[in-house]
């Protein structure tokens, strides 16, 4: 019985510790591709960008900052139906103000 | 889920700044706008005149004759040397007059850049205990020599410490290019406002922000001179 609950409380353990470590590995991820995509951004080459985005967006579906770099690519690309569909997603995860007040600022932009 | 976003859009768009309009005036008269030189934004040399040649761009595209003040000069001391003979080219100054003036202000004017934020991720920790509880048979033997079991019951406490931790990460963002500006068109005869507007937008190039910022401050007037 004494066994068991070693067992158990490890396990617990070493769960914590391994969703901690997943976390900083996505946020790395994330990271790299984002870096990633702004020297292609800056290069003017806003397809391969708009892949690293995809991928990070594969990563972690819910961030605004995201969505919000996807939608500018997509314009810069003239896939406007495509970033309308992104700007949304950029209000729906957007956790400051400024952000929706962009994204706001541009649906009415390329819906009017 | 479309339902949803529909709502939000007309909730958004309802919600957008819009254009102030003379009500009174008859903006199918303005066939000719005279455009005075845009001052820059800040220490941003050329913002003004940039904003400037994009808004001469969309008027024009608009069906509007312009007229650019900030080349009168320019043309006036080409007149002057041609009369005193330094230049062979005889320039025939006409130039054409308009009872409207087109003003601009640059309210922003910033280009893109890289930011890193530092992120700070504080790992609380965690106690977990375990309680076991164990009931241990214990055999003894009473007068008669027969065996009398009873249990005892042992607790166990198992504390078992994750202790905290602060993760230092970092973040990177990119910050677009902002470009804003105010627009006014103007009564020359008498300096009435006939309409105003003001508009921001954000782009990846400055160039693109600067393009679709001003055609989104004369949109709502080019649908007033058709």
């Known amino acids: ?112 | 889920m479309k339902r949803i976003f529909t709502i939000l859009f007309i909730f958004l768009y309802s919600c957008a700044e819009k254009p102030v309009v003379n009500p009174d005036f008859d903006f199918s008269q303005v066939k000719t706008i005279v455009i005075y030189p845009t001052p820059d934004y800040r220490s941003f040399a050329g913002s003004g005149s940039i904003i400037n040649k994009s808004i001469v761009y969309h008027l024009m595209k608009m069906g509007v004759n312009v007229v650019e003040r900030e080349t009168t000069p320019v043309l006036i001391k080409e007149a002057a040397l041609t009369q005193t003979g330094i230049t062979s080219n005889t320039i025939d100054i006409n130039l054409t007059s308009s009872d409207f003036v087109f003003l601009c202000t640059v309210t922003e004017f910033k280009d893109y850049k890289v930011i890193i934020i530092p992120v700070i991720t504080d790992h609380k920790g965690s106690t977990v205990t375990t309680v076991e509880t164990v009931d241990e048979p214990i055999v003894s033997t009473d007068k008669d020599g027969k065996e009398i079991v009873y249990y005892e019951t042992t607790t166990t406490e198992i504390i078992t410490i994750e202790k905290g931790s602060l993760t230092e990460t970092e973040r990177i963002k990119y910050v677009p290019s902002r470009v804003g500006v105010t627009a006014q068109l103007l009564n020359a005869g008498n300096g009435d406002v006939l309409w105003t507007n003001t508009y921001w937008y954000t782009s990846l190039s400055l160039s693109n922000a600067v393009n679709e910022c001003v055609y989104g401050v004369l949109k709502p007037l080019k649908k007033l001179l058709k």
């Open chain 1, 1 to 112: 019985m004494k066994k068991w609950s070693y067992l158990i409380s490890l396990l617990l353990f070493f769960s914590i510790l391994n969703a901690a470590m997943a976390d900083e590995d996505k946020t790395e991820s994330i990271n790299n591709l984002l870096k990633k995509s702004i020297v292609a951004i800056q290069d003017q080459h806003y397809k391969e960008a708009l892949t690293f985005i995809h991928q990070a967006k594969n990563i972690d579906s819910k961030m605004a900052d995201i969505y919000r770099l996807e939608g500018q690519l997509l314009e810069m690309l003239g896939n406007i139906d495509e970033a309308i569909i992104a700007w949304q997603n950029c209000i729906k995860y957007a956790d400051s103000e400024t952000i929706i007040e962009e994204a706001e600022v541009h649906l009415n932009h390329l819906m009017d």
